[in-house]
């Protein structure tokens, strides 16, 4: 059969789409050649995708490494990744990569090896103070840089399930994982009706139905002219130090303009109806049973949350909406509370380590618990590799053209370990990665995993990381 | 792991403390007039240090701070005059921060908004906007056109509202140009408004306080406008009000009299309270108490309703210190605004019982029943007389609760068990019948619960002579009968006095169950919270590579004190954890939770502390040390400047801080305090840049 070539923007314009349909626009069969691996118009390929999947305190690396090391790792794989295991969509999709290391420098717990793994940096405080600092970017910040204004609407969407680290208990921990190229942490979006409305909310006005768009776009663009008038006038009045805040803020605006540019494809691509989601995920009254008293506590929806945003983290990459994703399960040294698993009852950071000796049931309980909770959140990465999975995408569907860095910052957070890190890889870069390998880096640094998976998405860099974290050695063994 | 240990012992070793607050960490005080050459070490900075090495006294430099999501969303409603909008998630979140404590405030102003914040704003603005216009309050009058009369009066007032000052004539020029230009190429008049109030929206005149700093390198005094946008967002969160904003224009605010008036005027408002008290929350860092992990095998009683009323309790307690009671009666208070949960928790009666809300009557019974009227008989509604007594009353009975409880006490006169039939009911429907059986001066109150209809409800008590009891032998008496909401879930606080063991703010539930762990408590924690929190002490953070696990309880090993002995012992943790734990282990008594326990699993505990070479035994003295401590009241100075101006003080603000505290010392009150903070040069002059 003949195909009909299309113009990208005419064929999202004819689409309309919902949510939990996952339908995904099929990138665009007919405007594929006839392999189906790139534009007919131009030969360009399908573009590619870069992710960072990440999650606080590590897993418990006894029971998470696969029994099976090199190919087919889900044949015989350990009790935490059996989810992923048992979902052959995905499972050979997926490398698991033991054996990897932090670079031995000292710093604070957590937050040393986060900067290793997400931006192969860190600054230790002077005189060994809290909490030391992330001195360069995270390597989506690297991806979203070298691909700004490539997608249709958004470099990056950055979200977050558990917002643990809002709770102002002595307890509370960090939500740094993006990380900008001075090292500051960027904000994560928490709310899924807030992704919601970033990907889709077109602002057109409601009352007003019959809108010329250009007309309405050069309004927009006016406004925000005004807004740089505003700042201009306000500039005049300031020293160099806040001059320069004005400019960075001027600086932003541009991303306002490309939701204007990118109104008629963007809103095509909308969803047509209200989503539905519960007002606040964060603060829920759950029933629980401990001792098999059921009892109501406040906990959060984290499987509820996550499944909506994994929806909506594939649908924004299907529609080529954005090209970047960072997805924080939770964040690093967290104590998000698990209220869904049955032997838990601590906060995650807690239940590695700290009060396990005293604990009514020494060990065994937290342990367990600690156990769980790397399994459940292996079965949530896996919610988000379906949902990429589901989105047919040329021959394939989405997950190929995916590069998804999965890490925590520690793989045994109890033992403050800076050996054997929890990593896995996810998608096949468009066919530069292998997969649905158990590889053992052998005591290799992590720096080069990220470095391996922005090559393998086509950045041209030699290297990662700064200073002594630096990585200039790809894995290799991982690009087919 | 060997390396790390090495070098921090190096480091440590000396002294703890390594913050700019070494001079207080010394355990002097900061009375300068007696030690004229205090300060002269901190020579570091040579911006605008004098001839002795003191830093030049400057207030906080001007200059730009971002607003926050709650300020950013108090002026949106102030500029769409919709002060019921809710914004839900639609404004940019504020950073949050790895370190430890911040003001959300600090956190906040010098945050840049990164590009997707931008965007947020963006669609907010224009959601704000376009939901504001839907509502026929924001325009006064039908434009016809997007730059006439009724449009122009419109733009002119919002700008002023937005940009928290009249705008120029330039720029009510632009935004009507942006205004007339979307009304003519959207043909829609109030489109064309709409826009230009959500670009305002998303001005830096809005999103930023501007208070620029002297372009000759100088302290600068602020304007009327800017002290009013000042004035308003420390009090209240929010931009200035009506009346602010008049003596703004007037240009009279800056005078002492009428400045003075608004504080008190604005002191007086609730949402000054609300606003104070969302500083005391993050301050004390007791504002999600329901959040902290506790582990519900060890602490089953743990759980929303008992969080919930420990917040309340301590929401009270700072409700009267910023009502005026005497501030270091934070520290030594023998009161609690406890519901009957929190009372159960503390071992003291709460005097109605579970649930017991407002009182609708309360009456002494005087009458006597009927057929009485010999001299020498007890007052009181009593049997003596007659078979049967009657009392009636008739009780109005207000909408809201859903339940009452009727109380009715009775006792005997003489000796030895009477029996009695009460009858209790309520327009003529019994809801009790019951023996009444009473002893002499042992009084017993009756209650009954049932659900009374809004309106006048007549309650009857009848007391019925038991057959058998012969009349002399007839003595009971009614004393008083009671009607009382009762509200579901018994969440009701009341005034209630503290059992001995606990006075003050060491010694509430809320702090206590904060800063422990989820199965027990902690020491070193609780320590941490008395240094940097109250008293503005700095501690590093334990040296990287360091276990901070303690030893198990076992063997000898009975106690906290004995498991944090280890850390006193070895040196690498020693420098620090004499510094903190003394502060911690006085409060020994009170568990993860907050709960009182005489022994820690039968161990007997010892509970002495010390703070800076005063000693101590127990939480009580423990907080009346900490009251009596200077650094207590300089530090709530700092931490409300903090709070007030997002940044923490610098050398350069030190005295000046500490000056303003003397007024809280001597006075004792938080809004004695308040009104001459805000009346300061401190509080209305920028410094320069290198105040910093």
């Known amino acids: 059969m003949r195909k009909t070539i299309l113009s990208r923007r005419t064929m999202l314009r004819s689409l309309t789409t919902g949510v939990g349909v996952a339908v995904g626009l099929p ?15 131009d030969g360009a390929p399908l573009p590619l995708r870069y992710g960072t999947f990440f999650w606080g305190n590590g897993v418990r690396p006894d029971r998470w490494v696969p029994n099976k090391l090199g190919a087919a790792w889900w044949e015989d794989p350990n009790e935490e990744l059996v989810s992923i295991a048992n979902t052959p969509e995905v499972r050979e ?4 990569l033991s054996g990897f290391r932090l670079v031995p420098i000292s710093g604070t717990a957590h937050h040393m090896p986060r900067g290793q793994v997400l931006t192969g940096s860190y600054t230790p405080s002077p005189g060994g103070a809290c909490c030391g600092s992330v001195a360069g970017p995270s390597a989506d910040w690297l991806v979203r840089q070298a691909w700004s204004g490539q997608s249709l609407l958004r470099d990056a969407v950055d979200v977050g399930i558990s917002q643990m680290n809002k709770g102002a208990s002595s307890f509370s921990v960090s939500s740094g994982t993006v990380f900008d190229d001075n090292g500051n942490a960027q904000p994560l979006e928490m709310s899924p009706r807030a992704v919601f409305d970033s990907l889709f909310g077109n602002g057109l006005p409601k009352d007003v139905p019959q809108v010329d768009l250009t007309a ?9 002219d005004l807004v740089r008038e505003d700042a201009a006038r306000l500039r005049a009045k300031l020293g160099a130090k806040d001059q320069a805040r004005i400019d960075a803020h001027l600086e932003q605006l541009f991303e306002v303009e490309r939701s204007i540019d990118a109104l008629e494809s963007a809103s095509s691509c909308a969803v047509p109806t ?18 098999g008293q059921p009892a109501t506590i406040t906990g959060e929806l984290l499987t509820e949350k996550n499944e909506v945003m994994a ?7 299907a529609c080529d909406l954005t090209r ?28 590695t380590h700290d009060d396990r000796n005293d604990s009514p049931n020494p060990q065994a309980q937290d342990f367990e618990a600690v156990h769980e909770i790397s399994a459940y959140v292996m079965s949530q990465f896996n919610v988000l590799l379906k949902a990429l999975a589901s989105m047919p995408e040329g021959s394939g569907d989405v997950l190929d053209n995916c590069a998804i860095y999965a890490v925590s910052e520690y793989g045994d957070a109890s033992a403050h370990s800076q050996q054997n890190l929890s990593i896995l890889t996810a998608g096949r870069a468009g066919g530069a990665l292998e997969s649905g390998v158990h590889f053992d880096g052998a005591g290799r640094y992590v720096q080069d995993v990220p470095l391996t998976l922005m090559r393998a998405v086509g950045l041209e860099i030699d290297g990662f990381g700064q200073g002594e974290l630096r990585s200039t050695s790809p894995f290799d063994a991982m690009l087919a | 792991m060997v390396r790390t240990i090495a070098l921090c012992s190096l480091s440590l070793l000396t002294a703890c403390y390594a913050g700019r607050d070494g001079a207080n960490a010394d355990g002097e005080t900061d009375g300068a007039d007696d030690a004229p050459t205090a300060g002269a070490e901190d020579g570091g900075d040579d911006d605008g240090a004098d001839d002795d090495g003191n830093a030049e006294a400057a207030p906080f430099p001007g200059g730009l701070r971002r607003l926050s999501r709650a300020q950013i969303a108090n002026a949106y409603r102030s500029v769409l005059r919709a002060p019921d909008l809710d914004l839900g998630d639609a404004l940019p979140v504020d950073p949050s921060t790895d370190e430890d404590f911040r003001f959300d405030t600090e956190l906040v102003a010098f945050a840049p908004f990164g590009a997707a914040d931008v965007d947020k704003l963006d669609r907010a603005a224009l959601a704000a906007a376009a939901e504001a216009f839907a509502d026929a309050d924001l325009l006064t009058c039908a434009p016809a056109a997007a730059d ?9 007032d919002m700008l002023r509202r937005a940009f928290r000052r009249p705008a120029t004539d330039d720029e009510v020029a632009a935004y009507t140009e942006l205004a007339v230009s979307t009304a003519t190429s959207l043909d829609d008049v109030q489109i064309g408004l709409e826009f230009a109030t959500a670009t305002a929206l998303q001005s830096p005149w809005l999103l930023y306080q501007v208070e620029p700093t002297d372009p000759d390198g100088g302290t600068r005094t602020l304007d009327s406008y800017e002290l009013a946008s000042r004035l308003a967002f420390f009090v209240w969160n929010e931009p200035p009000d009506e009346e602010l904003a008049k003596l703004a224009d007037e240009g009279t605010l800056t005078d002492d009299d009428v400045l003075r008036a608004q504080v008190q005027r604005m002191l007086a408002d609730p949402r000054a309270a609300a606003n104070m008290q969302g500083f005391f929350r993050q301050w004390f860092g007791y504002g999600s108490i329901e959040l902290l992990p506790k582990n519900s095998g060890v602490f089953p009683q743990f759980g929303p309703p008992l969080a919930n009323a420990m917040r309340i309790e301590l929401d009270h307690a700072i409700d009267q210190i910023v009502g005026g009671e005497d501030y270091r009666s934070l520290f030594t208070s023998d009161q609690t605004w406890a519901t009957p949960l929190l009372a159960d928790f503390y071992g003291i009666e709460h005097p109605g019982g579970t649930g017991v809300g407002a009182q609708l009557d309360h009456w002494e019974a005087e009458e006597a029943g009927a057929g009485c009227n010999a001299e020498g008989l007890p007052a009181g509604f009593h049997n003596l007389c007659s078979d049967t007594a009657v009392l009636s009353r008739t009780v109005d009975v207000p909408k809201g609760a859903d339940a009452h409880r009727i109380s009715i006490r009775a006792y ?40 009374l209809a809004a309106g006048a409800r007549e309650i009857t008590v009848q007391l019925t002579n038991d057959y058998y009891v012969p009349p002399e032998n007839r003595d009971l008496v009614i004393d008083w009968i009671e009607v009382d909401e009762l509200t579901p879930g018994g969440t009701e606080p009341v005034a209630l006095t503290l059992p001995p063991e606990r006075r003050g703010l060491l010694t509430r539930a809320g702090i206590l169950a904060t800063y422990a762990k989820p199965i027990d408590t902690s020491p070193t924690t609780r320590g941490l919270f008395v240094r940097q929190r109250l008293l503005c002490d700095e501690v590093p953070a334990p040296p990287p590579g360091v276990a901070t696990d303690l030893p198990p309880i076992g063997g000898d090993v009975k106690t906290n004190r004995e498991r944090v002995a280890q850390h006193m012992q070895d040196p690498v943790c020693a420098g620090c954890h004499q510094f903190i734990d003394p502060l911690g282990l006085p409060l020994e008594h009170f568990d993860g939770i907050g709960e009182y326990r005489e022994t820690h699993d039968g161990a007997a505990l010892d509970v002495t502390g010390a703070l800076d070479g005063v000693t101590f035994d127990g939480a009580i003295e423990m907080g009346q040390t900490v009251a009596a401590d200077p650094r207590a009241m300089q530090c709530a100075v700092k931490q409300l400047a903090r709070f007030a101006f997002g940044q923490e003080e610098g050398e350069h603000q030190e005295a000046a801080l500490v000056e303003l505290a003397t007024v809280l010392d001597d006075s004792g009150s938080w809004p004695t305090f308040i009104e001459a903070f805000v009346l300061s040069d401190f509080f209305r002059t920028v410094g320069p840049e290198t105040a910093q």
């Open chain 1, 216 to 224: 309405f776009q050069n309004s927009r663009y006016a406004m925000v």
């Open chain 1, 324 to 351: 970047v994703f960072t997805y924080q399960h939770h964040g690093m040294q967290t104590d998000t509370v698990f209220w869904n698993l049955p032997s838990v009852s601590l906060g995650h950071h807690q239940s």
């Open chain 1, 27 to 41: 990138i665009f069969e007919a405007m594929l050649n006839d392999h189906g691996d790139a534009f007919a118009a």
């Open chain 2, 412 to 451: 005997a006169t003489q000796g030895g068990d009477e029996l009695a039939n009460m009858r209790v009911s309520v327009d003529g429907a019994v809801v009790l019948e019951t023996d009444v059986e009473a002893e002499a001066d042992a009084p017993q109150v009756y209650t009954v619960d049932t659900p």
């Open chain 1, 274 to 291: 209200e989503y539905p989601e519960p007002a606040d995920y964060y603060r829920q009254e759950v029933m629980i049973t401990q001792d």
């Open chain 1, 93 to 96: 999709r997926v490398n698991i």
């Open chain 1, 311 to 317: 929806n909506l983290v594939a649908l924004s990459l």
């Open chain 2, 148 to 156: 006439d009369d009724c449009a122009a009066g419109f733009l002119r």
